[in-house]
């Protein structure tokens, strides 16, 4: 079946960088778009990054633009977010999700549990 | 950017009860519109696609409607596992969601 597992979260300092990790099972992850989605304490949704099934196309929410990296490595089928320059207001649990198809993005129908990020001196 | 409002914040309802769950978009996003359930400390899960498309394995007491700014997700006969926040989530333009309807029960 499929399984998306995130891993990487933890408590980091503002400024600091932290690196997360959705591994994937259960599908022909090169052939989806992949997106992280985050959820601060107690609020909604809230979209992050999306990356093309080849990696070649990569967009961002205003709010992280600039600072987060997507990336994926479809021999390991895995996907990444880099997350530099951190900020308390991205405190939060992240979720990879995957898409229904491959390029342009369309509706999320597999999530993983997601990973919290806390961002705290 | 287009916004998603949803209606209301919080609904009270009790088993059985038909309850409708209200989204508007701040410009017209034609039928691409999905709901999500989300239990808590739970992944969202997708219901509806395109405004009324009924996701595999998704009871068919959930339905969608609407079109270009107007959206509803119904469930005509609520069940015990349906007490959760639903969110709307439009992917015409990038991909936004709404605040959430959080469904309790009465």
């Known amino acids: 079946q499929v399984q998306l597992v995130e891993s990487g979260g933890g408590v980091v300092q503002p400024g600091r960088s932290l690196r997360l990790s959705c591994a994937v099972s259960?599908?022909?992850?090169?052939?989806?778009?992949m997106h992280w989605v985050r959820q601060a304490p107690g609020k909604g949704l809230d979209w992050v990054a999306i990356i093309s099934k080849d990696g070649t196309n990569k967009y961002y929410a205003d709010s992280v633009k600039g600072r987060f990296t997507i990336s994926r490595d479809n021999s390991k089928n895995t996907l990444y977010l880099q997350m530099n320059s951190l900020r308390a207001e991205d405190t939060a649990v992240y979720f990879c999700a995957k898409d229904r198809v491959g390029v342009t993005g369309t509706v999320f129908d597999y999530w993983g549990q997601g990973t919290l990020v806390t961002v705290s001196s | 950017d287009i916004q998603m409002t949803q209606s209301p914040s919080t609904l009270s309802a009790s088993v059985g009860d038909r309850v409708n769950l209200t989204c508007r978009a701040s410009q017209s996003i034609s039928r691409w519109l999905a709901w999500y359930q989300q239990k808590p400390g739970k992944a969202p899960k997708l219901l509806i696609y395109k405004a009324s498309s009924l996701e595999s394995g998704v009871p068919s007491r959930f339905s969608g409607s609407g079109s270009g700014t107007e959206f509803t997700l119904t469930i005509s006969s609520l069940q015990p596992d349906d007490f959760a926040t639903y969110y709307c989530?439009?992917?015409?333009?990038?991909?936004?969601f709404g605040q959430g309807t959080k469904v309790e029960i009465k």
């Open positions: 259960g599908f022909t992850f090169s052939s989806f778009a």
């Open positions: 989530q439009q992917y015409n333009s990038g991909w936004t």
